[in-house]
């Protein structure tokens, strides 16, 4: 609801603004949370962090799909102004034109992000340079393995995907990250207290002046002087 509410303010402030999206069971409160507020999305442009390879738009586990299902179909976003990787051609040709419509329309006014238990970002997998931009990437075995969930086989997981570098992640204006539940403490200490790293990519984000984390309890729960729940 907190982070809700976070997008909310940022909507209120600037109509148009330009709003970077996540996708991931953790969001998913989120989307709901934002449709029962009823407000309009109307003039906003959206971005999101990435995209499977191999999975065209009207692929139930495409996050095309994801998003217009649990959210974009909702509340009434022109499909002009949303903006998602193109998973189903060339990968060449899609991070170009999704480079070009992040010049064009950028920068971001406000990126979401999740949290993966390997301290990814997007898809910017440990070892993702924080110089990156948006290209394609090779999924880690952790990620892999947790979003098998949403496949029928962890082998119809899709291998590779496009995603916004971490450079680009670090261009929005203002970032908002949410992690819940325990299997994200280790990568929520290490990006919050952890040395900055390629092996974490969430620490990048201490290069950035204005990053909010959202935390349940049991997220929270291996920082230095939380308690445990
Ligand atoms: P999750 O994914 O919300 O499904 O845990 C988060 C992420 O991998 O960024």
Redesign the pocket.
Same mark, same amino acid.
């Given at each position: 609801m907190h982070t809700a509410t976070l997008i909310a303010e940022q909507v209120h402030l600037k109509s148009s603004s330009v709003i970077g999206w $996540?996708t991931?069971?953790?969001?998913l409160g989120v989307y709901r949370s934002l449709r029962d507020m009823n407000l309009s999305f109307q003039h906003t442009r959206a971005f999101n962090l990435d995209e499977y390879i191999g999975l065209p738009a009207a692929h139930p586990q495409s996050y095309h799909h994801y998003m217009r299902h649990n959210f974009f179909d909702h509340v009434g976003m022109p499909e002009a102004q949303c903006h998602i990787p193109d998973g189903g051609c060339d990968p060449e040709h899609a991070i170009a034109k999704y480079e070009a419509l992040l010049a064009a329309h950028g920068p971001i006014d406000l990126q979401l992000?999740?949290?993966?238990k390997n301290g990814?970002?997007g898809f910017n997998e440990p070892g993702a340079s924080f110089n990156g931009t948006v290209h394609k990437t090779v999924l880690s075995p952790t990620?892999i393995e $947790?979003n098998a969930r949403y496949f029928e086989a962890s082998t119809d997981v899709p291998r590779e995907a496009i995603t916004m570098g971490i450079k680009t992640i670090l261009s929005a204006r203002k970032i908002v990250l949410l992690a819940c539940g325990h299997a994200?403490a280790d990568a929520v200490a290490e990006m919050i207290e952890g040395v900055m790293s390629i092996t974490c990519p969430a620490t990048a984000l201490q290069l950035h002046d204005d990053v909010t984390i959202v935390l349940d309890s049991a997220a929270a729960s291996e920082l230095q002087g939380c308690e445990p729940s």
């Open positions: $996540a991931g069971g953790t969001m992000l999740g949290l993966g990814h970002i990620t $947790a994200k």
